[in-house]
């Protein structure tokens, strides 16, 4: 399984981008690497998932370095209701879904 | 369009009772999962299904059953519950058990046994 490192914790201000850092250095050629976020008193929620190329979508931006040993998920523009706990999963196959404990992601008003 | 629904929202079991944990999803997905979180951590895979009539294994399994009632649905039982089984359930499906679609979770059942 690959290994990922994310920083315990951030903050950002309201209203400004937010990049969250991964590094997935163990990574294989053929593992996705997904995003998932939880809210408090929440399960967690699909955010995004991509393989080499970057991805978009309505609720962020998935940059993956050229490498993939480590990926960025890009909140444009950080809303309260961004407050949550990030999760990087890189999933190869058939394998389940393996959460670690996240990037705490703290929103000033 | 409701999802992944569980119920009960909140439990407390005395050690030894016995109870199941349902969840029901409604989006036609094949592959349903059960997976545990403790305080402070992350979620950990106690048993999955990968399409109706099968059943495997996951991370943490010793202490739960499961049952693949339906396409529908996917309940968890605790035969006798213990203290160390305190923690907050969350049921997922998904379109298929591969890497390439995304989970949905329900809100969760926060058991708490005494």
């Known amino acids: 399984d690959a290994k990922t490192t994310q920083p315990n914790s951030m903050e950002s201000n309201e209203e400004e981008p937010v990049h969250l850092p991964c590094n997935h250095s163990?990574?294989?050629?053929?593992?996705?690497i997904h995003w998932y976020r939880q809210l408090p008193s929440q399960g967690p929620e699909y955010v995004i998932h991509?393989?080499?190329s970057n991805v978009n979508n309505r609720m962020a931006s998935l940059a993956i370095a050229e490498d993939r040993k480590s990926s960025t998920l890009i909140l444009h523009r950080a809303t309260l209701r961004d407050a949550a706990v990030y999760y990087c999963?890189?999933?190869?196959?058939?394998?389940?879904?393996?959460f670690g404990t996240g990037t705490r992601l703290t929103i000033i008003p | 369009n409701a999802g992944v629904t569980q119920t009960p929202k909140f439990q407390v079991l005395k050690t030894g009772q016995s109870m199941t944990l349902q969840c029901a999803q409604d989006?036609?997905?094949?592959?349903m999962y059960w997976y545990r979180q403790d305080p402070g951590m992350g979620l950990r895979l106690i048993y999955y299904?990968?399409?109706?009539?099968?059943?495997d294994k996951g991370e943490v399994p010793n202490g739960y059953n499961v049952s693949r009632l339906n396409k529908r649905e996917f309940s968890l039982r605790l035969e006798s519950a213990a203290p160390s089984q305190t923690s907050v359930y969350f049921c997922?499906?998904?379109?298929?058990?591969?890497?390439?679609?995304?989970?949905?979770f329900g809100s969760g059942t926060r058991l708490t046994v005494v």
């Open positions: 999963i890189p999933v190869f196959g058939n394998e389940k879904l393996t």
């Open positions: 163990t990574i294989s050629g053929t593992d996705y």
């Open positions: 299904s990968a399409s109706e009539g099968t059943t």
């Open positions: 997922a499906s998904s379109i298929a058990p591969t890497d390439y679609y995304g989970y949905t």
């Open positions: 989006m036609n997905h094949n592959s």
């Open positions: 991509g393989l080499t």
